[in-house]
């Protein structure tokens, strides 16, 4: 019978099929293997003896959160407490360009902005929304609910975004656990013990552990470059094939920027990234 796995804790695994959702343990095969069934694989499982048979090939899977098979990641970005960070929300962009998975941007707490801040807020949102990402503020309900159908989406960002919070404003039912945000750290708690899947408006929504950090050190140098997709473009005027457009002096990136058709703040960490490892 196919199902997909909704829910992992220990070497357990909780199946959804089209008919009910039962709880299994993978073959042995799998171990011996050294292959780990993630949240997400789509599975064969024998439903009498409770077993995980076979999985599916994946079309792309991630380390944390562990998940397989995601058609999009709902990134949930907070502007205040824990404050903007434009570095964070690029590296999650940048990976998920480099799998090959949708991100959709989440402003929350714009109400904790004074005018000024969220006058610039505004102008990062409009550019985001001008490379053709979709982006979204946590209180226009109506629109969120409308990108779950026939999706697996994800919910990732920074502890005390907002996460859990969204999720229980789109489904009471859930109650999933929040947080107080830490005001020495000005970052949230984690709540989020275990990646599960949700049913959710004719989709399946994942809510994972909260996570601050992470490195794009797997990513190839010359992928790493086309995952900011402006760059990518403005790139390929560049006078030299190969430019990194960081220490070249005739760039067309660079000009870019100096121009302002550039975000500054993006060029600033494609730089940081290009440069990490090294």
């Known amino acids: 019978m196919d199902g997909r796995i909704i829910k992992s804790l220990s070497d357990l695994y909780t199946v959804k099929t089209s008919k009910e959702i039962i709880d299994c343990k993978a073959r042995g095969v799998f171990r011996n293997k050294k292959i780990t069934p993630l949240v997400g694989d789509l599975v064969i ?75 610039e807020i ?83 929504v994942a809510d994972t552990p909260g996570f601050s950090s992470f490195d794009l050190k797997d990513i190839p140098k010359d992928e790493l470059k086309k995952t900011f997709i402006e760059i990518n473009k403005y790139g390929e005027k560049c006078e030299y094939k190969n430019c990194s457009h960081i220490n070249e002096r005739e760039c067309y990136v660079k000009e870019m920027v100096k121009n302002n058709k550039i975000l500054k703040s993006r060029y600033d960490n494609y730089k940081r990234f290009m440069n990490e490892g090294e």
Do not use: W
Not at 63 to 87: E, G, H, M
Not at 152 to 177: E, I, M, P
Not at 184 to 191: E, F, P, S, V, W
């Open 45 to 119: 499982i024998d439903e009498n003896k409770k077993i995980i048979t076979d999985l599916k090939s994946r079309k792309n899977s991630l380390v944390r959160p562990p998940l397989a098979n995601i058609d999009q990641i709902f990134i949930v970005t907070s502007v205040k407490k824990p404050d903007f960070s434009s570095n964070l929300l690029d590296k999650m962009i940048a990976m998920l360009e480099y799998n090959n998975i949708r991100p959709i941007i989440c402003f929350t707490k714009m109400d904790l902005l004074s005018k000024i801040e969220k006058k």
């Open 122 to 204: 505004k102008k990062i949102i409009k550019y985001y929304k001008s490379l053709g990402y979709t982006v979204i503020i946590n209180n226009e309900l109506r629109k969120i609910r409308k990108i779950f159908k026939n999706k697996l989406t994800v919910f990732a960002g920074q502890s005390g975004a907002g996460k859990s919070t969204l999720l229980n404003r789109l489904d009471k039912s859930l109650s999933l656990k929040t947080g107080e945000i830490s005001n020495a750290l000005n970052r949230g708690k984690h709540t989020t013990r275990h990646v599960e899947l949700f049913s959710l408006y004719n989709g399946l």
